[in-house]
């Protein structure tokens, strides 16, 4: 599975970079972080992406995260087609939205109520919205490392020095809105608290991902998610699980029931579209049914519960729900892992290796990753040159150090055998 010639992506990325900044719709695909030129991907199929130069990839992207049934499933697909021959949008209440909000709920025991939006980053700025709203509180609190999308109140980094503002992450976010996000070490538990007693009475909400995916894969200590449970209710605080990339991921519930936490509010997307734009946002009923047009705090949206988006993720959940992979696809997960940690250690490559239910990461660091600190101070170019091996051997992993890799049910063994002998040589040829 050698990828030899890059040709027509390589022309179409020219004409891309003309018409598009950078050539993409959402940066990291424009492989600037291992400073290469991104194959242009014309269709996908289980586990497999094809590019438009013929070549053939066994993918660990999935799309950041929906494909966890693989590519193109005959069932997902089938579905889709049958609900666009009834119309794509409407712009008006279906029984498909019941249909989702429903299977969500029954799965997510911390959400009581829902809303569809339609990515992501709308779930996080609405979730945001309603925490200041429902608690009359402007401030917030995140985690270096932690992305939640890219609202005005997301794109903030820690000020220097404790404690202090918070400064926007990139032009366009207007310092007096970046101060009032507050950007905290993830798994500090002691940072959480003293930021609390500092500002009393005026965080709304502590929002992080309850294992990050987006600084590579770091999981919560143990205690982390709990202690935060702890301290938010004890400052009335609401605390917000951003599942985006972990709900129906880790386990069907979600890293809140594999930990067993009652979060307040929670954000969803990826799996629940089933590679369809959706987000949504939930949690409890006391809290949610301050949201417009019951209470008021407004957010709306012409394509929310887009019929097509509610198809595919349905049919997603419904495949999930009666197969119940995650107990498999976890072992698997950690298989590849420790293979990779074994051959890491024959080639003499120091890497950390992770991964909890589908999700993994091979940091090369030579300790443990618990928070953005760590990850920081893992050697890109040594990730640089492991990524371009994996690429030219057809193992299509995400362009950076800092994201976390998928696995789906469509990889079959062979698929994880073959990927494991490209990756130890591709340590080998790093030493
Ligand atoms: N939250 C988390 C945890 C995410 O991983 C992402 C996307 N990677 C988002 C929010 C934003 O989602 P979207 O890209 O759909 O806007």
Not at 111 to 128: F, L
Not at 240 to 255: A, H, L, N, P, S
Not at 282 to 306: C, D, F, W
Request: hydrophobic share 40%; glycine share 10%.
């Amino acid at each position: 599975m050698t990828v030899q010639d890059f040709s027509k992506s390589a022309a179409l990325f020219e004409q891309a970079q003309q018409l598009i900044p950078g050539g993409v719709n959402s940066p990291v695909r424009a492989y600037r972080s291992v400073d290469m030129e991104p194959p242009f991907i014309q269709r996908a199929e289980g586990s497999r992406v094809y590019d438009v130069d013929g070549n053939t990839y066994i993918d660990y992207v999935g799309s950041w995260g929906p494909m966890i049934l693989g590519h193109a499933h005959p069932q997902v697909v089938a579905a889709v087609q049958g609900a666009a021959a009834s119309g794509c949008s409407f712009g008006a209440p279906t029984e498909l939205e019941v249909q989702l909000a429903q299977r969500i709920v029954d799965a997510f025991p911390a959400m009581e109520m829902v809303r569809m939006v339609n990515s992501g980053t709308e779930a996080t700025m609405s979730a945001i919205r309603l925490a200041r709203g429902y608690t009359g509180r402007d401030r917030i609190i995140k985690f270096s490392g932690c992305y939640h999308g890219h609202g005005d109140s997301l794109l903030v980094k820690a000020g220097s020095g404790a404690m202090t503002f918070g400064v926007p992450d990139s032009p366009g976010v207007p310092a007096d809105l970046a101060k009032y996000t507050l950007t905290l070490p993830f798994n500090d538990l002691n940072a959480v608290r003293q930021a609390l007693e500092e500002h009393p009475g005026q965080i709304a909400c502590v929002i992080l991902e309850p294992a990050v995916g987006n600084m590579g894969l770091v999981k919560p200590d143990d205690g982390f998610l709990e202690g935060l449970r702890q301290v938010t209710r004890e400052h009335d605080t609401l605390l917000i699980f951003d599942e985006v990339m972990t709900g129906f991921r880790v386990d069907y519930g979600g890293m809140q029931t594999l930990y067993n936490i009652d979060p307040d509010l929670t954000t969803l997307g990826k799996v629940i579209g089933g590679g369809l734009p959706v987000g949504a946002y939930g949690g409890k009923r006391e809290i949610v049914e301050h949201m417009s047009p019951v209470g008021p705090i407004y957010q709306a949206g012409t394509l929310s519960g887009n019929p097509l988006a509610m198809t595919a993720g349905l049919t997603t959940l419904d495949i999930l729900r009666a197969d119940s992979p995650y107990k498999v696809l976890g072992e698997r997960a950690a298989h590849m892992m420790e293979e990779t940690a074994k051959a890491a250690r024959e080639a003499n490559v120091p890497v950390y290796t992770t991964s909890i239910g589908s999700m993994f990461t091979v940091f090369f660091s030579d300790k443990p990753v618990r928070n953005f600190e760590d990850a920081s101070a893992c050697d890109i170019p040594a990730f640089r040159r492991y990524f371009s091996a994996m690429l030219q051997a057809g193992i299509y992993i995400a362009p950076s150090q800092y994201e976390a890799g998928f696995l789906s049910i469509a990889h079959t063994d062979e698929d994880i055998e073959t990927t494991l002998r490209a990756g130890a040589e591709a340590l080998k040829s790093l030493s």
